[in-house]
């Protein structure tokens, strides 16, 4: 990609770029479609769901009801607090994710100034001010996202309708062969495209949280990511918490990253997506539905809330689809 052609525009928005009237009009023979159902793929926001070790717990209080003094009327409200925008079903903006040119020792200060983004943005360009807001690359960039998705089911074709093991990578020949599998081949993944991803993992989320979704996973391996950016989708989403696949123990430091993650880089899948491809991330999506009535194309709707220089955002994404012939029938 030629960075130096694209305006800073068109930059921050990455592949998200490509959502427009194209992706609208392809969405218009799913939504016209009188057997198309609605499907929530969202996970519910509350203080008992799994928390990500990577962000701050996510509090939710009920506040009491409470009236206006000479009204009629009462009223109800909640407060939230913690790391709202990386937990829970959440977008990860560009601005979420940057490389530094050598491994971090450990040592403090942590060498912020270094660190590169997505288009070669440097950190100053980025956040100039570590305690400030991003100044580029923020979820306020990304546009509604409006556009057909493909839904890739891995739990069914890689392993026989269970959840994929901790660490186990989704590459090349996985994405190509699921493809031929459901049907897709022939079109694949066109520019825009919400790329969903069903590993079964989003069967141990749970409220409460029994500890063990954060743990680990199986993700989108680094070589399957340089794979699909060729096809340039707008998102990719999975039902896993860290859209990488990682390793039983790793978390810990008990266990090396997946093998096809690069030295000092255990998560090269964000790397890639997000820095090098300019990619959007969905994480924690609820994707059982889709699988279960073989809805491998719909129509895909998700907006991320405009939150100033934030670096993600909580999201509420639906589909609208037909189920399957077959899933119909059962």
């Known amino acids: 990609m030629n960075f130096d052609e694209i305006t800073n525009d068109i930059l921050d928005k990455g592949t998200g770029r490509f959502v427009g009237p194209e992706t609208w009009a392809r969405c218009a023979t799913h939504l016209c479609d009188s057997g ?13 769901a799994p928390q990500s070790p990577f962000a701050t717990p996510t509090g939710i209080t009920s506040e009491a009801t409470r009236g206006a003094p000479g009204t009629v009327h009462a009223h109800n409200g909640e407060r939230l607090n913690g790391g709202l925008t990386q937990q829970g079903t959440h977008l990860d903006a560009l601005g979420h994710f940057g490389v530094l ?8 200060p942590f060498p912020a100034a270094q660190v590169t983004y997505f288009g070669g943005l440097s950190q100053h360009e980025v956040k100039p001010n570590p305690d400030a807001p991003l100044a580029r690359l923020g979820v306020d960039s990304v546009p509604p996202v409006l556009t057909t998705a493909v839904l890739l089911d891995a739990s069914a074709y890689l392993a026989d309708g269970e959840m994929l093991e901790p660490g186990r990578e989704i590459g090349r020949a996985d994405i190509t062969s699921m493809l031929d599998a459901q049907g897709l081949g022939h079109r694949g993944i066109l520019p825009g495209d919400a790329l969903l991803i069903h590993t079964g993992w989003g069967a141990r989320w749970g409220d409460p949280d029994d500890g063990t979704y954060y743990r680990s996973g199986p993700g989108l391996s680094r070589l399957g990511a340089e794979f699909i950016a060729d096809f340039q989708p707008a998102l990719v989403a999975l039902d896993n918490p860290f859209t990488d696949p990682v390793c039983e123990g790793q978390i810990d430091g008990q266990h090396e990253p997946p093998p096809g993650m690069l030295p000092n880089a255990p998560f090269g899948t964000h790397h890639q997506n997000l820095v090098q491809a300019g990619i959007l991330q969905i994480q924690n999506m609820y994707l059982s539905g889709l699988a279960r009535d073989r809805v491998f194309l719909s129509c895909f709707m998700v907006l991320p809330l405009l939150i100033k220089g934030a670096s993600g955002s909580p999201v509420r994404p639906i589909a609208i689809g037909s189920p399957s012939a077959s899933a119909r029938a059962t």
């Open 101 to 108: 040119p050598d491994a971090w020792d450990g040592h403090e």
């Open 36 to 48: 198309a159902r609605l499907y929530e793929l969202g996970r519910m926001l509350t203080s008992g």
